[in-house]
């Protein structure tokens, strides 16, 4: 087995005399003996490194991943798109995967100014002015969103429209068994969310585009929010958001996602990348890390952690997020694949997935006996309805060499569909392919 | 020993000291990096792809630079960066021990990176297997019955904890009655966080003049209105709480669970078990323990495992191995619900299995051998140059005081980690515990070598007899001297578009 561990037994005897002791079993002597574990962890004896690497490479070919031969064109909240080689062996440098957070910012500078940098192209993506350094995913950013929000209004119901993707609200839902805030579910109307008249919200929560890819009304979901006093949360997808006017020019109040698209692969869902803007207003509850630009002693431009009255470790019971370790390598790979693209790639990329999929939904509608879920326009993801059961659709269509989308769940309340999404990677043959094999399928 | 002979992990950044211009600076218009695959996909014009009242007019400025730049940039940014591959980072708690390249090629393996977290079951039996076997070793390390890999970090590991410990309660009918989560006065800022979102209220216990938990205090803040105790064992002065299974019995005698904090554990591979001790609920740090790189502070992982009284209430869907040797999902019939987008952070999860299969059931029991005496060692070779406030036999890491320095000559504990980076060696945890003045709190970690260990000590003893006028200057030699906190926070800058308006008050 390799050891990771340079001492050598000489290096132990001698460190051992050192501290007086004649044994590392005199190291336990707190350890009341009824606690010490005798014979050891029962775990196998370690591996050599390539046995190591021949056992997990075993286990990825017992999966099927994504690529030639099972062609994706599955989205709902994690998507396959192009990972440029310079972000690959950018984000790979072991000076940003092998870092501590950067609590001593005169060794951290290179950490965060790329987070500062992060900072500003997530609040620039987003249209709101400040942004905070990640958190864990679409999910916690919707959690801390709605923290955010109850505390700020003091009152604790917040409509959920039922366009948040399922895993979200249901992570949610989880979280607000602690914090005893009330989740109002919102019903779609052919697509788009149908916001009640009466209550007292102290948020809503909209995603943009919603989980059946469709555009929600961001302009009315605001005035139903001003009706209110209460904040307006959107959860954006920030590939469409090469496209369409931004959440902060709404007025959205927060805006949150999932920043998986921009640098990291389908990794079985995570580390993914939660990702958190809002307007300056709100920075005192902004959950989590912020970098700020300041100077050093001499003079000169450094950049540091800053507000961290807000954080745990200083308010401790009072602070109104536990976070702690979140997602800074991800950021950074976020940022530099943002940079990569630049002003005019990232219009360049939502155009190539919103024609893809148009495309390919044209295909399928074509179809006999497939429908559309809903009506309202969609972007770069949309959910027909087959004839078929669309799980058995999923299945059979392994066969045929594609992963054909994410069947829906019952919770967003649209009964049966399959959700299929297109990014710039799927070539004309692959979608022409993809469609006849549904065909064949739904048969 | 600390002749030259022997690898050392310490360097000064390599790095210039020229400041870098943000990406944002280098722009240039109409320069770019990007290409993409030729498609054949027919165009359309953008109009009939977006709603007209939702159509974007200009492109989202981001930058505009070209890959040589780009490249560049963020190469000069890695350089004035300090990190585990370029030196020892002793902080205590943190647990920054070297990360072998072996789980960096088994995270971009493409059979596990290239999956998609919605794929049927059929398709993922290699990410099943390996996360089900995760479970189960990190459940014989711990002494627990099953685990949950979702939460993706140690703070959201704590917060499933408690929600966790709220549906046993809840079950049990005192969901109302039983509002109070006691946690030591030595504990890490995110438990008192965490114990707040889980709505339960705080209540703390004081240490003993041993560094441990006060019993008899314990005893008094004990009734049938408490959920829980929260405990790190090693506590965070590096002590182990010798009367744990004392605590855990007057716990349990009050219906209360026990919640292991498992930012220690490094501590205690292979030597002792959370579960024999007496707890519920255990979580763990992957980034710090089983050696997954902290990625700049993350992302991390926070498995929780549990006795199998509450394995019911695990988060779902767990994967499962089924009675035919196949692999599937299983929805815990009590389940919290779910605490992440998908299946927590799996390539994260991933590394952290190829750790423990590399280092095996013997390798890990090193680890923790060796975590443990380089502590030691530390203790006892700087003992009378430092105060050591609790000064008996430590596990993992060591608390320090610089109190004696600060009243002799003003040196305080905030310059010696500062001096440090000068040194070569990243700075140890200062201010914490906060139950210790001027608290230097050092975890060496078993992966540096007793020569790197020897010339930490040395340069600590330097630092000691240094003037503090000195001190008070450092760092000099890293990219950036020491750094305006209060001035950042009093006109907040936090992004480039702030910076250009002059900040914002």
Request: proline letters at 6%; one cysteine or more; glycine letters at 10%.
């Amino acid at each position: 087995m390799p050891s990771y561990v340079p001492h050598t037994d000489a290096d132990i005897a001698a460190m051992l005399a050192f501290c007086g002791l004649s044994s590392i079993d005199e190291l336990w002597e707190t350890i009341p003996s009824a606690l010490r574990l005798a014979g050891g962890l029962d775990i196998a004896p370690g591996l050599s490194e390539p046995d190591t690497l021949a056992r997990f490479e075993r286990l990825g070919a017992a999966n099927r991943a994504c690529g030639p031969d099972l062609v994706c064109f599955a989205g709902a909240g994690a998507y396959d798109h192009e990972i440029p080689s310079a972000i690959r062996r950018l984000a790979n440098r072991t000076e940003f995967v092998t870092a501590y957070t950067p609590y001593q910012p005169e060794v951290a500078q290179g950490v965060l100014q790329a987070l500062f940098e992060y900072q500003t192209l997530v609040a620039r993506l987003t249209g709101l002015e400040v942004a905070n350094a990640s958190l864990y995913d679409g999910a916690s950013a919707c959690v801390e969103a709605v923290n955010l929000a109850v505390a700020a209004a003091g009152r604790s119901t917040v409509w959920v429209s039922r366009g948040v993707h399922p895993t979200w609200r249901e992570t949610m839902r989880t979280f607000a068994a602690g914090t005893g805030h009330d989740l109002v579910d919102v019903d779609l109307v052919d697509g788009t969310t149908a916001w009640p008249a009466g209550g007292e919200p102290a948020a809503l929560l909209v995603q943009y585009p919603n989980h059946l890819g469709c555009v929600e009304d961001l302009a009315a979901a605001r005035a139903v929010a001003d009706a209110h006093g209460a904040m307006l949360l959107v959860a954006v997808d920030p590939v469409a958001a090469g496209m369409l006017r931004s959440a902060g020019d709404f007025g959205a109040d927060v805006a949150v996602g999932e920043g998986q698209p921009f640098g990291t692969p389908l990794s079985f869902g995570g580390p993914y990348l939660g990702l958190f803007a809002c307007r300056l207003e709100h920075v005192r509850r902004l959950p989590g890390r912020l970098v700020g630009e300041t100077v050093d002693a001499d003079g000169r431009r450094a950049y540091v952690t800053t507000l961290r009255t807000r954080e745990q470790d200083i308010r401790r019971e009072k602070a109104s997020s536990n976070v702690c370790t979140n997602q800074t390598l991800i950021a950074v790979t976020c940022a530099i694949q943002l940079a990569w693209l630049g002003t005019g790639g990232l219009r360049e990329l939502a155009r190539r997935c919103a024609r893809g999929a148009r495309y390919a939904r044209d295909g399928l509608l074509a179809l006999d006996g497939v429908e559309p879920v809903a009506t309202a326009p969609t972007i770069r993801e949309f959910a027909v309805r087959p004839p078929v059961d669309s799980a058995t659709v999923v299945d059979r269509m392994l066969e045929e060499g594609f992963l054909a989308g994410v069947p829906l769940d019952e919770s967003v309340g649209a009964g049966d569909g399959l959700l299929v999404a297109v990014t710039e990677r799927r070539t004309r043959d692959e979608i022409d392919a993809y469609v006849a094999a549904v065909e064949r399928v739904i048969k | 020993m600390s002749g030259p002979a022997g690898g050392r992990a310490t360097s000064i950044p390599l790095m210039g000291r020229d400041e870098e211009p943000t990406v944002f600076e280098l722009s240039s218009t109409g320069r770019r990096a990007w290409s993409f695959r030729t498609t054949g996909v027919p165009e359309w014009p953008e109009d009939e792809l977006v709603p007209a009242g939702h159509r974007r007019d200009e492109p989202v400025p981001l930058a505009e630079v070209s890959e040589r730049d780009l490249v560049a940039h963020f190469t000069r940014l890695s350089h004035r960066q300090y990190s585990v591959d370029l030196g020892a980072y002793p902080l205590g708690s943190c647990t920054m021990k070297y990360n072998p390249k072996l789980c960096d090629d088994v995270a971009a393996m493409a059979g596990l990176a290239n999956v998609h977290p919605a794929a049927p079951v059929a398709t993922i039996q290699g990410w099943l297997e390996l996360l089900v076997e995760l479970g189960e070793s990190l459940c014989a390390i711990t002494g627990m019955h099953s685990a949950t890999l979702q939460p993706p970090a140690g703070a959201a590991g704590e917060l499933t904890g408690l929600l966790l410990m709220r549906a046993w309660h809840r079950d049990h009918g005192e969901d109302a009655t039983r509002r109070r989560v006691i946690i030591p006065d030595s504990a890490h800022g995110t438990n008192p966080a965490s114990v707040t979102l889980g709505g339960y209220e705080v209540t703390t216990v004081p240490s003993d003049d041993r560094g441990c938990v006060d019993v008899a205090a314990l005893r008094e803040r004990l009734d049938t209105d408490v959920a829980g105790i929260m405990l790190t064992n090693p506590n965070t002065l590096g002590l182990f709480e010798e009367d744990i299974l004392e605590i855990a019995r007057s716990v349990h005698e009050v219906g209360g669970l026990l919640y292991y904090d498992g930012a220690n554990l490094n501590a205690i591979l292979g030597v002792t078990r959370p579960g024999d001790m007496g707890f519920d609920i255990v979580h763990m740090n992957l980034h710090k323990t089983f050696a997954v790189p902290h990625g700049g502070g993350g992302p991390g992982a926070g498995p929780v495992a549990v006795s199998e009284r509450l394995a019911r209430y695990l988060p779902g869907p767990c994967p499962v191995r089924l009675a035919d040797g196949t692999f599937g999902w299983h929805a815990p019939d009590r389940s919290i619900g779910r605490v992440h987008s998908w299946h927590g952070n799996a390539l994260a999860l991933a590394r952290a299995a190829s750790y423990i299969v590399a280092n095996g059931g013997d390798g890990l029991q090193q680890v923790s051998e060796v975590a443990v005496l380089n502590a030691n060692w530390l203790r006892h070779r700087l003992r009378g140059v430092y105060d050591v406030p609790f000064d008996r036999p430590n596990m993992h890491e060591v608390v320090f005081s610089a109190t004696n320095l600060k009243k002799a000559r003003g040196l305080r504990a905030v310059d010696v980690a500062k001096r440090l980076l000068e040194e070569g060696f990243h700075a140890p945890t200062v201010y914490f515990p906060l139950i210790v003045d001027e608290a230097l709190m050092v975890e060496p970690t078993e992966t540096e070598s007793p020569e790197t260990v020897a010339a930490l000590a040395d340069a600590m003893e330097r630092i000691a007899q240094d003037s503090a006028d000195a001190a008070h200057d450092a760092p000099r030699t890293t990219p950036v001297g020491r750094v305006d906190e209060a001035r950042a926070a009093r006109q907040l800058i936090p992004t480039f578009d702030a910076r250009r308006s002059g900040g914002a008050d």
